[in-house]
């Protein structure tokens, strides 16, 4: 009888010693490997050339909070942007102003947050460029927006709470142009059952991994002629 439990003490501590070798083994795999996927790592450094992984939402999370990191992370993505002074007063005071230089907006260039740069950056890069080759077979020349910081509430309503665009955390895109010279228009295309239709739905469902709040025509009346993005931190979670 003593044999035999001490037999059975014996499997049951090999088979222990087999889980923590298989663990230990799959540990060190797992690491190695999220060392070649730095899109999948939360450690790693964020850089918008990486594909977007498992990690990118908590990677642009941390970039709300800290325009330093952001602005690192922008320089370390080779992304051309400009910061600007601080201007203005109370609520619509702007403590980070960014520009993208070299982003095709239309008609100007706007100024946004870093973090709303950071993701009009991603967005267009691992979103919009490959949508437009794999749906149009076409290339975007530029990107229209409807502007940046308005000193407001939300829709013009004094009781509202301040909106995004209060402070140019905010960005209303109306439209793309490609580069055979067509236009996309989010007011014109998006009710059609068309090619054109289909991208601008692509487009808008890959924001909603990039940015805190993705506003469409299907929200409501107000955003049938744009889609509204924003990095606010309140309104996290909101795609529609």
Known sequence: MGRKRRKGRGVRLAR???IVVLLA?????????LQDHPEHNPYAPFDLRHP???????????????V???????????????????IGSGECRLNDRTQLPD???????????????????LWRERIVTPAARDILANEIASIQHLGTFSCRRMYGDPDAPWSEH??????????FVL????????????PTDSAEAKFLRGVRDGACGIFSTVLSPDYNAAHADHFHFDQATRWAGVCR
């Not at 083994?25 to 490997?33: A, D, I, K, L, R």
Request: aromatic fraction near 10%; include cysteine; glycine fraction near 8%.
């Open 179 to 190: 580069a055979d010279g067509r236009e996309i228009s989010v007011l014109r295309d998006w």
């Open 68 to 86: 330093p990191e952001c602005r690192a992370a922008l320089n370390r993505s080779a992304v051309e942007f400009t910061a600007l002074e601080t």
């Open 16 to 18: 222990r010693l087999i």
């Open 52 to 66: 977007i992984g498992w990690a990118t939402a908590k990677k642009l999370e941390v970039l709300k909070d800290d």
């Open 25 to 33: 083994v799959g540990g060190v795999y797992g690491w190695s490997w």
């Open 103 to 121: 982003f095709p907006f239309d008609p100007d260039t706007p100024t946004t947050t870093c973090s709303v740069a950071a993701g009009l950056e």
């Open 166 to 175: 209060a402070s140019a955390n905010a960005i209303d895109i109306a439209g």
